[in-house]
């Protein structure tokens, strides 16, 4: 009965990283767009009248820098694994180890 906890817990795991990686990156990506067209107004919104607002920007932003830093964070821990490297977090920034 364990194994089957431990492949479902497994399994959960898995689920949560596809979610956050697969559906969560490209919905934070289109949340900055839209918050783009919102922080631009005008003819970018629906409304032609819209004034910009600088919210919409500051959000979009915010939304563009964290999905950069998950590309950057992906990449460098490809390319650090393949070299022999380990990535740790162990002081919050993220630092190469020797394996």
């Known amino acids: 009965m364990s194994q089957i906890l ?3 817990q497994a399994a ?3 689920l949560l990283a596809a979610v956050i990686l697969g559906a969560g990156l490209p919905a934070m990506f289109s949340l900055g767009m839209r918050a783009l067209a919102y922080g631009n107004g005008g003819s970018a919104e629906v409304e032609v009248e819209a004034q910009p607002h600088v ?3 500051v959000l979009a932003y915010i ?3 964290v ?3 998950a590309v950057m964070l992906g990449i460098s821990w490809i390319v650090g694994t393949g070299m022999g490297y380990k990535l740790s977090f162990e002081h919050f ?3 190469f180890r020797k394996k």
């Open 6 to 8: 431990l492949a479902l």
């Open 12 to 14: 959960g795991q898995v």
């Open 55 to 57: 919210l919409g920007k």
């Open 63 to 65: 939304c563009f820098g």
């Open 67 to 69: 999905v950069i830093i």
């Open 93 to 95: 920034l993220p630092v």
